[in-house]
């Protein structure tokens, strides 16, 4: 089974927080080929954003830590689809809900692939589930 992922999964999967422990469920999954996980190429970018930030804005973790952390999380080789691929109906999603586009291109890949989208972003699950019902919270 597939499922898009988004970086509020992915960073649970690296940094403890409320709800890690189901992360590395699915990341454990994903592993030994229980399941299989697609992103938009945004990943990449949102999961080392969010690694940045707890590291040299917050201090929450050591940036020698930080950068550990982002090459295992490169080394996953998550399958990406190229968000320009996704971009006009995600625009289309953005606009229509008033929500940002980058929680629009994972919505995106999902309509494509036909699959959920597992978030850990309770505000996205919430505002638009009923919209999406493809949509699960973590």
């Not at 409320?18 to 999961?47: C, G, K, M, N």
């Not at 490169?74 to 006009?88: F, G, K, T, W, Y």
């Not at 289309?92 to 929680?103: E, G, M, N, P, Q």
Request: one cysteine or more.
């Amino acid at each position: 089974m597939e499922y898009v992922v988004d970086a509020s999964v992915a960073v649970k999967w690296f940094i403890p927080e409320p709800q890690s422990d189901r992360a590395a469920f699915l990341l454990a999954e994903y592993r030994t080929h229980r399941l299989d996980f697609i992103a938009p190429d945004v990943l990449i970018a949102e999961v080392g954003n969010t690694l940045w930030k707890r590291s040299v804005l917050r201090g929450e973790i050591a940036f020698s830590d930080a950068q550990a952390m982002y090459r295992d999380f490169i080394d996953l080789r998550i399958p990406l689809r190229s968000s320009s691929v996704l971009a006009e109906q995600a625009l289309a999603i953005a606009v229509a809900h008033h929500h940002s586009l980058y929680d629009a291109l994972y919505i995106a890949l999902a309509l494509e692939r036909k699959c959920d989208l597992i978030s850990a972003d309770r505000t996205l699950v919430t505002k638009l589930s009923k919209a999406f019902p493809l949509l699960r919270l973590l």
